[in-house]
């Protein structure tokens, strides 16, 4: 591995200048978007000017008028299309409420069947093929050995107990005891 690190100094230029760069990018970018506002506000809005006579100005409030009527009637339009559009989703929502509660999924309860019965389920009854698996194994007759007889018979615990007291004293300690 034959890294090679920077050095300290080295590394603080470098990031000297990737912020200097980016300042500079920073600053072009809000000069342009000054500019295009500039330009869109010379575009849409011209220059005021401001009538001499009376009757100059009357006209001048008309259109103004005219203009903001133009533009309430559009906002009216425009808002009432929003608030249909709203309520058309309420309503949507309200519907999807209503289908959810009609189709309530009912608990499902086990059921035991076999795999020939599942495949006919599924398949109907065109379902030939024998899912029986255990038909190919052989049968096998379990042995019970005299040891598990031994275990399971214990019998009485007295008679238990006089059978291992050949262990070193075993008997005397219960007999102690008791």
């Not at 009216?76 to 058309?88: D, Q, R």
């Not at 069947?113 to 007759?141: E, F, I, P, T």
Request: proline share 2%; glycine share 4%.
């Amino acid at each position: 591995m034959s890294e090679k690190r920077m050095s300290s100094s080295k590394k603080h230029s470098l990031k000297g200048m990737m912020l200097q760069v980016a300042k500079e990018l920073l600053e072009a970018e809000e000069t342009e978007k000054k500019e295009e506002r500039k330009r869109y506000m010379e575009e849409h809005c011209p220059t005021l000017s401001y009538p001499s006579s009376k009757q100059e100005l009357q006209e001048f409030c008309k259109e103004l008028h005219a203009k903001i009527e133009a533009v309430d009637e559009e906002r009216y339009i425009l808002e009432h299309k929003a608030i249909m559009v709203v309520n058309e989703v309420k309503d949507l929502n309200i519907k999807i409420v209503d289908l959810k509660g009609k189709f309530k999924k009912p608990p499902l309860k086990k059921v035991r069947m076999s795999a020939d019965a599942m495949l006919q389920a599924l398949l109907g009854s065109k379902h030939k093929v024998s899912m029986d698996l255990r038909a190919n194994l052989k049968q096998v007759k379990k042995e019970v050995k005299e040891e598990d007889k031994e275990l399971r018979d214990v019998g009485d615990w007295r008679k238990n107990i006089e059978d291992k007291a050949g262990m070193g004293g075993r008997k005397k300690m219960f007999e102690t005891e008791a």
